[in-house]
Every structure is written in structure tokens, then in C-alpha cells.
């Protein structure tokens, strides 16, 4: 069914909708009609326009897709969801006098399955629910609801089935078929090469990529299952085959309805610098220039050099010790992304801390209680002490942004005036 237009703050979105179209901090929800108040008197036109024409596209839950994705789930294929389908099974307990070596040994196993086990479980949950949500819907034409949250972030109603989920559930998902020229096979050979891994490289090099591999991908588009190897091994495996899919349709029909993606680059960031006339954080953001950068990379390389010099200089031997442990484990853009990403939406060192322990936690698969303290806690700590204070130092004016907010509502609450 069709949603409902957004023109005012109620009456929209889908269905029996009774919430309205901005939703308010879970901490104001006990008085939402005064967290609300300030809406009512804003021009909020802009946002509905958006959201109306959103939510007034139609999509199309490809059959085909959602019949290969149920298949490679139950048979539990390999790599191309977060989880196996199938938990580890714990080890069965070892005889009556084991050796240290053995319990150890088994203890390590029984821990990764439990851990196995818990972590997964949601996930796999999530999984089979969108996957029967899909079936319900396969070959149909569904649309998405849209509401904004109190930053003006969109979101859309749905719960499954949906462009804002799971990576392999945006691959279910297609416009209705229309004519692609040869601009548009371009840019769909560019997607296709962002999905396989290529999303920061350049343009051209980019559709270089899918020239050079369009048989390859029209292979994998006629026989899936049978040719995995030309795309299990993608960054987005259920969105490249949607490209590769779709390259097969145009092929044939001259039409498809596969959606081409392109990522925004550190969009927090981004939209601060912006803010705050921050050219330097801009052009790290891909906010100006014409060659490509990464900012995640800049943090994670003056962090390996933060390290580099403790493990020479370092105050003592703990020091020492810690960033030797660190530079073994190994820095990259991928630890130092989540910690950049959530900076301008309140992160803290302690959140840059907890994400570390988890990646340890990981990492080990297993640590006894009495080893957890120096083998994951302290590393964790030391690490995010010197993430934070690099991450400053590279964004810290846009950082700023939040503080002085802060300093405003603190002005302005007492005197029960909305911030506009």
C-alpha cells in the first residue's frame, strides 16, 4: 500500500500511523507534547518533500534473489552472511583426568562456540525473519514509509524488506524496470565495482574495473550458485550480484531496475565542516577537491606513528609493551572508521574503548578471567587513549560544533526556550 503524504507533523508515513513525522529522544518521550512543541511552529517543507518522494517510490522484491538468498542460507554457504546458519556445537566434556594442554585446548573451543552462539543469535534470528518477511513479498511491488528523527535524519518505517537494512536485504530490492542507456550501464559497472571493493578508488578506475570484468559478471548473473567464486568474495556479495544481474537484464532487454549506490564519505564530518567553513576537514571529507581521500586512513596513520614512537620512547616498559602489542595486532581504516564516524554524534573515548574490547575479545576467541584484566582491558584502554586524542587533533574543530551547542542549551533550557 501506498503511504500516506507527509503535510504536516501527523496524518502520514504508512498506514495507521499514529506517530508523528519528527520522533523525539526516548528521554523526552514521557512529555512529548512539550519535546514536540517547537515543531509545530517550524517549516518543515523541505523534509516532507523528501520524505513524500521517498516514500512514494515503488520498489519491487525480486523473487529471483529472495529464492537464491533462502537457498544459500539453509545450505549454509559460506560468506555471504554476517553468521552461519548453523551454531558451533560445544565440545564435549574431556574424561577424568585430563591434561593441562587438553583442558585448555577445549575450554578454547567451548568458549568460541558459546561466544559463537550468543553474539549470533539475534543475527540469526534477524536473518531468518527478513528472509521469510521477503518470501512473503517476493515479486511484489512494496513501498517504504519515511519519518525523521529530532537530527533530521530519514528513516523508513519498515522493518524488514527495507533500503536501510541488511546488506542482503537492499540487494532484494529494485526499482521497476526502466531503459538504461549507455550512461547508465556506466554507472551501474561502477557500482558494481564499489560493491566488489573498489569504493574509494577513482571513477575511472572504477568503470576500468567493470569493463575489464563485464563477462565475468554476467557468468555469475546467468548461474549464481554454481559460479560462486566470481562473487562470494566481494565486500557487498548480495548487492554486486544485484549489479551483475542487472547488467544481464540490460544485456538482454535493454532495460533493468537494479539501483546504483554510491556512499557518502564521513557524512558527520562532512556536513560539520561545511558548518564551520573547515576546508581543511572538507577536503578530507571528499568535500572538495578531484582526487579521493580518507580521512579514516589519516587517523589510523598518526595513530601507528603515536605508536611507533611509545614503542621507542615509551615511559617504562608497560608503555612499551602496549604499543608493541598494537602494532603486531595491526592499525587500519577500520578501526579507526567507527570512532570517526561516531565522534560528531556523541562518541567518546569510552564508547572507542568498548568497541576495542570487543575486537579483542574477538580476536582471542578465549581469555580466562585472571588474564582478561592485562590482555584485554589495559591494551583496550591504552589504544583508545591514543585514538581519541589523534582523532582531535585531526577533527577537532568540528568538534567544537558540540560543545558550543552544549554551552547554548545550558543558556536556554533554564528559560524553557527551544534552540532554533
Known amino acids: ?23 523525539v529522544p526516548i528521554g523526552d518521550h514521557d512529555d512529548r507534547t512539550k519535546a514536540m512543541q517547537h515543531y509545530y511552529a517550524a517549516d518543515l517543507r523541505v523534509a516532507y ?14 523473487a529471483e534473489m529472495v529464492e537464491l538468498q533462502r537457498t544459500a542460507w539453509d545450505n549454509g554457504i559460506d560468506g555471504l552472511y554476517p553468521c552461519s546458519r548453523r551454531p558451533r556445537e560445544v565440545p564435549d566434556r574431556l574424561g577424568s583426568d585430563p591434561s593441562e594442554d587438553d583442558l585448555k585446548s577445549r575450554n578454547r573451543l567451548a568458549a568460541a562456540a558459546y561466544r559463537d552462539q550468543e553474539v549470533h543469535r539475534p543475527r540469526r534470528i534477524k536473518i531468518e525473519r527478513a528472509l521469510q518477511a521477503a518470501e512473503e513479498l517476493a515479486g511484489r511491488t512494496v513501498y517504504q514509509p519515511y519519518h525523521a528523527d529530532y537530527r533530521g535524519r530519514l528513516y523508513t518505517g519498515n522493518r524488514f524488506v527495507t533500503t536501510q537494512g541488511q546488506e542482503f536485504e537492499k540487494a532484494m530490492l529494485s526499482f ?22 573498489m569504493s574509494r578508488s577513482k571513477w575511472a578506475d572504477r568503470l576500468a574495473w567493470g569493463k575489464e570484468h563485464r563477462q565475468e559478471m554476467l557468468a555469475a548473473a546467468e548461474d549464481p550458485l554454481g559460479r560462486l567464486e566470481l562473487w ?156 581519541w586524542s589523534e582523532l582531535k587533533g585531526l577533527i577537532g574543530p568540528v568538534l567544537e560544533v558540540k560543545a558550543w551547542l552544549r554551552k547554548l542549551t545550558k543558556a536556554l533550557m533554564p528559560k524553557d526556550w527551544p534552540l532554533v
Open 1 to 23: 500500500c501506498p503511504p500516506r503524504p507527509w503535510t504536516d507533523l501527523y496524518d502520514g508515513g504508512h498506514l495507521g500511523n499514529e506517530e508523528p513525522f519528527v520522533r
Open 49 to 62: 518533500t523528501a520524505a513524500n518522494h521517498m516514500q512514494g517510490t515503488p520498489l519491487v522484491v525480486s
Open 176 to 197: 521497476k524496470p526502466a531503459a538504461c542507456n549507455d550512461e547508465g550501464i556506466e554507472q551501474l559497472l561502477m557500482a558494481a565495482a564499489g560493491h566488489h571493493g
Open 232 to 387: 562470494r568474495s566481494a565486500k557487498d556479495p548480495w548487492q554486486y550480484l544485484q549489479c551483475c544481474r542487472g547488467l544481464a537484464e540490460v544485456v538482454r532487454t535493454g532495460r533493468t531496475g537494479a539501483p546504483v549506490r554510491f556512499d557518502q564519505t564521513t557524512s558527520g564530518c562532512g556536513i560539520l565542516s561545511a558548518l564551520t567553513r573547515d576546508s581543511r576537514i572538507g577536503r578530507a571529507c571528499n568535500l572538495t577537491g578531484s582526487t579521493p581521500h580518507d580521512i579514516y586512513s589519516d587517523v589510523a596513520a598518526a595513530v601507528v606513528e603515536r605508536l611507533k614512537h611509545d614503542l621507542e620512547f615509551g615511559d617504562g616498559e608497560r608503555e612499551r609493551a602496549l604499543s608493541h602489542l598494537w602494532l603486531e595486532f595491526g592499525i587500519d581504516r577500520s578501526i579507526c572508521k567507527g570512532p570517526v564516524l561516531s565522534a560528531p554524534y556523541g562518541g567518546s573515548w569510552m564508547s572507542i574503548a568498548d568497541g576495542l574490547v570487543d575486537r579483542l575479545d574477538e580476536h582471542y576467541g578465549f581469555v580466562p578471567l585472571n588474564e582478561y584484566g592485562y590482555r584485554v582491558a589495559t591494551p583496550s584502554k591504552y589504544l583508545a587513549s591514543i585514538i
